[in-house]
C-alpha cells in the first residue's frame, strides 16, 4: 500500500493505491474513499501536479532523456509547469487555429479555382450562343472586303511607286554629293603623302649621320683601349722585371749558403770506413720488419670479414624492426577505416606536438600492445570504444588546445580524457594472483598488455584493471563458489564477463554475466619486448662494428708505422752505400755551384732606370689618352643631338602617317557609300519601272471586277479619294449590334454589318480579316439549341459558388483575428517568462564561472507547434556557446545544465513540488558543492514551491537552511521489522546515551 497526502487550502487530499500482488490490481481511495484512477488523476491535475513533465518530476535514470527533450517539447513542459494556467491553453488554440487557417485557405483556393473554370467554361458556350446570330453577318461583310480588295491593292501599288520615284531621285542626289566629297580627300591625301616622303628622306640622312658619328666614338673607344693596354703592358713589363732581378738576388743568396754548406759538410766527411756490418744489420731489421708487416695484414684481411659478417647480420635485424613497424600501421589502417575522425586527428597530433606543454598519448588502441592477441577479446569488452580511441592527456590545459583545434575548429568527432596527476599505472592489487590460481585464474588484465604510463594509469584509475582477474574455461564450472568466495566485482572467463554486486540494503549478491564480443582493433599484437630485444642486438651489433672500425683503424695505423719504419731502414741503407762517392760528389756540387753563382752575379740589371723610363712613357699615353676622351666626349654630344632630331623627325613622319590612313580610311568608307548608294540607285530604278507595268495591271483588273469598261472613267466612289463618301451603291443597310438579335425580314439575308468606308484600308488588314471572317463563318456549324440552356444553370451555379466564397473568406479573416489575438496574450508572456529564465540560468552559470542562455526558437513566426526553448551552455572559455545535447556534452555537464534549468524555474513555478532524484550522480565534486548550494539558496527562499531533493550520497561540509528538513531512509536484512519499530524508545535510549557519556 502506498499513501500520499497533499496539502489543499479546502482540506489536505490524502491518496491511497492498495496493490494485490497476486492478482496484478490496484484499488484507488482519496480520502479513505474509493474512486477511479481516472479520478484520481483529475485531482492531481487539479493541483497543478504533472507527473510525466520532466521540469517537475526528474529522476536520475531521465537526465539524459531531458537533454534528448526537442526545443518543442521542452518548451511545452515549461508551459505546462511554470507558466499561467492559460499560456499552453493559448498554445494549443493557437495552434488549432493555424491548422484551421491552413485549412480554410486550401478550400478557398480550391473554390476559387473551380470557380475560375466554370466561368472560363460559361465564357466558352456564351460564344456558341452568340455565333448563331453572328455567321449572316460575317458572309456579308466578306462580300464587302472581296469588293475593295483590288482598289485597295491598286492604291496601294501606286503609293509604293510614288515612294519608290521619291526615293530613287534622293538616291541620286546622294550619288552626285558623295562623288563632289572625294575631291578634296583625295587632294589632301596626295600633300600628306609627300610630306611622308620628305620626312623619311631626312630621316634616312640623320640616320647615316648617327651610323658615321657612332663609328667615330667606336674609333676613338678603341684607341682609348689601346692606349690602356699599351699602360698595361708597360707596367707587367716593369714588374717582370723587377721579379727577375728580386729572384736573381734571391738564386744568388742561396747559391752562396748551399756553396757554404756544401763546404761545411766536406770538412766533415770522414774517411771510408768498413761500413758492411752496419749495412748487414740493418738488412736484418728490414726483414724483421716485413715480416710484421705482413702478420699485419693478415689480421686487416680477418678484421675486414668480421665487418662484413656483422653488416649483414646488422641488415637482417633491422629489416626485422621494419617488419614490426609494418605491423604498428596496420592498427593505424584500422583506425583509419572505423574512425576516420580519430585517425586525422593523430596526423595532426604528430605535426603539432609542439603546442603541447606535457607528454600526449595517441589512442588507447594505438598505444595498447597485446602481449598475446587471443587475450585481446578481454580488453576491448572492458574498455569502451570510445575510450579506445580516446587521446591521453596528461595536463588538463594541454586537452583544452587540443578539443578547441581539432574539435571546435576542423569539426572532428574525437574523444580525449585527462590521466590521473598521481600515477596509478604500478598500484598492487589487493588481493595476490596466487590467491585467485585455485579458481582458475592467469592473470590480471594489466598484465596482458603493454602501455606508456599515463595510458595504463588512466585504466586502472577508471577501470581498475588491475583489479579485474581472468580466467579460463575451469573458471566458469566453478562460477557459482568463484562469486561467493572470491568476492570480485568483475569476473572474466574464457568466453565469458561477469559483473557482481552487493545491494545495499539487502547484502545479497547479484550477478550477471555477458559473452565476450570477438575482439577487432587489438588482434594485431606487436610483440615489444623481442622488438626491444632486437633494437638491444642491433645496438650490440654497432658497437662491435665501432669495436672492429677501430680495430682496423689501429691496424692501419701500425701498418702504417711498420711502412714508415721500413722506408726509413731502406734510405739507411741507400745512405750507407752512398758515403764512399760522397766526398767526389760534394767537390764537383760546389765546383758546378761557383760558377753558377758567377754567372748570376754578371747578369745584373738597373731597376731605377727601367722604372723611370716606364713611368715617362706612361705620362705620353695618359696624355693622348686624355685628347682621344675630349674628342669622344663631342662626338657623343654630336650623337646624341643627332637621335633626338631623329626621333622629333619619326614623331613628326608618325603624325602624317596617322593623318594619312585617317584620310584613307575615310575616302574608302566614303568610296564603299558611293558604291552602296549606286548600287541602291539602280536596284530603285528597276523597282520603278517593274511597279509602273504593275499600276497598269492592277487597274485593268480592278475595273474587271467592279464591271467597268477599258474607257469607261473611274467612278467617284472607286477613286482613292473619294471611293468610301458614296453609300448609294448599297441599299437596305442595317447596323446590327452584337449584343441585339438581327430582324431578318421574308427570308432574306441580313444587312452588311458596316458601312464600306468604315472598312480596312489595307491589304494585310483586308486580308486578314477576310481570313477571319471566313474562318469564323465556317465555323458556325453544329449549333445545339441545348447550349443556351446549360449556359443559363451555370451562370446560377457560379453565383451560388461566389456566395459560399464570400462566406469562407469571411471565416478565414475572422479566424485571422482571433490568431492575432490569441498571439498576443500568449507570445508576449511567454518572451517575458523566457527572458526571466534565462537571466536567472544565465546568473548560476556565471557564478560557476561559466556560461549559459536560454532563448525562444523558431524558424517561421507563423508555424506556431515549431516554437521551441533552445538551451546553450559553455563550461571552457576557449570555446563557444554550443546547443545543450546528448552528444556534446559530458554527462556531468548535462546533469548541472539540466539542474540549474530547474533552479531557474524554482521561483516561477507555481505546481505545488518539484521531485529530482539522483540528480549529483555524475557531478564532480565541485560541481556537485555549487549545484547543492544553488539548490538550498533558491528552494529556502519565500514564496517557492516545496523540492524534494533524493539522493544516495553526500559531500562532506555542505551548507544547510533551518528550513530544510533531511530524512533517512534505513533499509536492509537487519532493521527492525515495522511492528517492533518504537521511535519514543529509541529517543529515551539515545538521552541515557548522551548522560552517561561524561561519566565514563
Request: with cysteine; proline share 3%.
Amino acid at each position: 500500500m502506498v499513501e500520499i497526502e497533499l496539502f489543499r487550502t479546502s482540506g489536505n487530499l490524502i491518496i491511497t493505491r492498495e496493490i494485490d500482488v497476486a492478482k496484478n490490481q490496484s484499488f484507488w481511495f482519496i480520502n479513505k474513499k474509493s474512486t477511479t484512477q481516472k479520478i484520481v488523476e483529475e485531482q492531481v491535475a487539479a493541483l497543478n501536479i504533472q507527473v510525466g513533465n520532466l521540469c517537475q518530476f526528474l529522476p536520475q535514470d531521465k537526465v539524459g532523456e531531458f537533454a534528448k527533450l526537442s526545443k518543442i517539447e521542452l518548451l511545452e513542459a515549461t508551459e505546462k509547469s511554470i507558466g499561467p494556467p492559460e499560456m499552453h491553453t493559448y498554445h494549443c488554440e493557437l495552434k488549432n487555429f493555424r491548422e484551421k487557417e491552413k485549412q480554410l485557405e486550401t478550400s478557398c483556393k480550391e473554390k476559387t479555382e473551380y470557380l475560375e473554370k466554370m466561368i472560363q467554361r460559361n465564357e466558352r458556350y456564351k460564344q456558341d450562343v452568340e455565333r448563331f446570330y453572328e455567321r449572316k453577318r460575317h458572309l456579308d461583310l466578306i462580300e464587302m472586303l472581296e469588293a475593295k480588295r483590288p482598289w485597295v491593292e491598286y492604291e496601294n501599288v501606286r503609293q509604293e511607286y510614288r515612294e519608290v520615284k521619291l526615293a530613287r531621285d534622293r538616291v541620286k542626289e546622294e550619288v552626285r554629293k558623295l562623288k563632289e566629297g572625294q575631291i578634296p580627300v583625295t587632294r589632301r591625301i596626295e600633300e600628306t603623302e609627300r610630306q611622308r616622303h620628305n620626312l623619311e628622306a631626312r630621316i634616312k640622312e640623320k640616320a647615316i649621320d648617327i651610323k658615321e658619328a657612332s663609328q667615330k666614338c667606336k674609333q676613338k673607344q678603341d684607341i682609348i683601349e689601346r692606349k690602356d693596354k699599351q699602360i698595361e703592358e708597360l707596367q707587367q713589363a716593369l714588374t717582370v722585371k723587377q721579379n727577375e732581378e728580386h729572384d736573381r738576388q734571391r738564386r744568388i743568396s742561396n747559391t752562396r749558403k748551399m756553396i757554404e754548406d756544401l763546404q761545411n759538410e766536406l770538412k766533415t766527411t770522414e774517411n771510408c770506413e768498413n761500413l758492411q756490418p752496419k749495412i748487414d744489420a740493418i738488412t736484418n731489421d728490414l726483414r724483421r720488419v716485413q715480416d710484421e708487416k705482413a702478420l699485419c695484414e693478415g689480421e686487416v684481411i680477418d678484421k675486414r670479414g668480421e665487418k662484413e659478417t656483422l653488416e649483414k647480420e646488422k641488415k637482417s635485424v633491422a629489416a626485422h624492426i621494419v617488419r614490426f613497424d609494418n605491423l604498428m600501421n596496420q592498427k593505424e589502417d584500422k583506425l583509419r577505416q572505423r574512425y576516420r575522425d580519430t585517425y586525422d586527428a593523430v596526423l595532426w597530433l604528430r605535426n603539432n606536438r609542439d603546442k603541447f606543454k606535457h607528454r600526449v598519448c595517441e589512442p588507447i588502441m594505438l598505444t595498447i600492445n597485446m602481449k598475446d592477441n587471443k587475450n585481446a577479446k578481454y580488453i576491448e569488452n572492458h574498455i569502451p570504444s570510445n575510450d579506445l580511441r580516446a587521446f591521453v592527456f596528461e595536463n588538463q590545459e594541454d586537452m583544452e588546445v587540443f578539443l578547441k583545434e581539432v574539435r571546435d575548429n576542423k569539426k572532428l568527432r574525437v574523444n580525449a580524457v585527462v590521466a590521473p596527476k598521481n600515477s596509478h599505472a604500478d598500484k598492487a592489487p589487493s588481493r595476490s594472483l596466487s590467491e585467485l590460481k585455485q579458481y582458475g585464474f592467469f592473470s590480471y588484465l594489466r598484465e596482458l598488455f603493454d602501455a606508456p604510463d599515463p595510458v595504463m594509469s588512466y585504466l586502472c584509475c577508471h577501470y581498475h584493471i588491475h583489479e579485474v582477474p581472468v580466467g579460463t574455461e575451469k573458471t566458469r564450472e566453478r562460477i557459482e563458489r568463484v562469486i561467493q568466495e572470491a568476492r570480485l566485482k568483475q569476473i572474466y572467463t574464457a568466453e565469458e564477463k561477469y559483473v557482481v554486486k552487493t545491494s545495499l540494503y539487502s547484502n545479497k549478491v547479484i550477478s550477471s554475466n555477458t559473452s565476450l564480443k570477438v575482439a577487432q582493433f587489438l588482434t594485431v599484437t606487436v610483440d615489444l619486448e623481442q622488438r626491444r630485444r632486437l633494437e638491444e642486438q642491433l645496438k650490440e651489433i654497432n658497437r662491435k662494428l665501432q669495436a672492429v672500425e677501430s680495430g682496423l683503424i689501429a691496424l692501419y695505423e701500425r701498418n702504417k708505422h711498420l711502412e714508415h719504419k721500413d722506408n726509413e731502414l731502406r734510405q739507411k741503407k741507400k745512405e750507407l752505400l752512398e758515403r764512399e762517392t760522397k766526398k767526389r760528389q760534394l767537390e764537383q756540387k760546389i765546383s758546378s755551384k761557383l760558377g753558377s753563382l758567377k754567372l748570376m752575379e754578371q747578369d745584373t740589371c738597373n731597376l731605377e732606370e727601367e722604372e723611370r723610363k716606364a713611368s715617362t712613357k706612361i705620362k705620353e699615353i695618359n696624355v693622348q689618352k686624355a685628347k682621344l676622351v675630349t674628342e669622344l666626349t663631342n662626338l657623343l654630344k654630336i650623337c646624341t643631338s643627332l637621335h633626338i632630331q631623329k626621333v622629333d623627325l619619326i614623331l613628326q613622319n608618325t603624325t602624317v602617317i596617322s593623318e594619312k590612313n585617317k584620310l584613307e580610311s575615310d575616302y574608302m568608307a566614303a568610296s564603299s557609300q558611293l558604291r552602296v548608294t549606286e548600287q541602291h540607285f539602280i536596284e530603285l530604278d528597276e523597282s520603278r519601272q517593274i511597279l509602273l507595268q504593275k499600276c497598269k495591271e492592277l487597274m485593268d483588273r480592278a475595273k474587271q471586277v467592279c464591271n467597268l469598261d477599258a474607257e469607261q472613267t473611274i467612278p467617284q466612289e472607286y477613286q482613292t479619294e473619294g471611293i468610301y463618301s458614296n453609300l448609294s451603291l448599297w441599299h437596305g443597310l442595317r447596323w446590327c449590334s452584337t449584343e441585339q438579335v438581327p430582324t431578318i425580314p421574308n427570308g432574306h439575308s441580313s444587312s452588311p454589318p458596316m458601312a464600306f468606308r468604315d472598312l480596312p484600308n489595307t491589304l494585310d488588314e483586308i486580308d486578314a480579316l477576310l481570313t477571319e471572317e471566313r474562318s469564323r463563318a465556317s465555323c458556325f456549324t453544329g449549333l445545339n439549341p441545348t447550349v443556351v440552356e446549360e449556359y443559363t444553370k451555370r451562370e446560377e451555379e457560379i453565383e451560388q459558388i461566389t456566395e459560399e466564397l464570400k462566406i469562407k473568406k469571411f471565416e478565414l479573416d475572422k479566424y485571422r483575428e482571433n490568431i492575432s489575438q490569441v498571439k498576443e496574450r500568449w507570445l508576449n508572456p511567454l518572451k517575458e517568462l523566457v527572458e526571466k529564465i534565462n537571466e536567472k540560468f544565465s546568473n548560476f552559470f556565471s557564478s560557476m564561472q561559466c556560461a549559459g542562455e536560454v532563448d525562444l526558437h523558431t524558424e517561421n513566426e507563423e508555424d506556431y507547434d515549431k516554437y521551441g526553448i533552445r538551451i546553450r551552455v559553455k563550461f571552457r572559455s576557449s570555446t563557444q556557446l554550443h546547443e545543450l545535447t546528448p552528444h556534446h556534452q559530458s554527462g556531468g555537464e548535462r546533469s548541472v545544465s539540466t539542474m540549474l534549468y530547474l533552479m531557474a524555474l524554482q521561483e516561477l513555478n507555481r505546481c505545488p513540488f518539484r521531485v529530482v532524484d539522483e540528480i549529483n550522480q555524475g557531478m564532480d565534486p565541485i560541481n556537485e558543492r555549487r549545484v547543492f548550494e544553488m539548490v538550498v539558496s533558491t528552494a529556502c527562499k519565500e514564496n517557492t514551491s516545496q523540492y524534494f531533493f533524493i539522493t544516495p550520497k553526500l559531500l562532506q561540509n555542505l551548507p544547510y537552511s533551518d528550513k530544510m528538513t533531511v530524512l533517512f531512509v534505513y533499509n536492509g536484512p537487519h532493521m527492525l521489522e515495522p511492528n517492533r519499530w518504537n521511535l519514543k524508545a529509541f529517543q529515551r535510549r539515545r538521552r541515557r546515551i548522551t548522560f552517561t557519556q561524561p561519566s565514563q
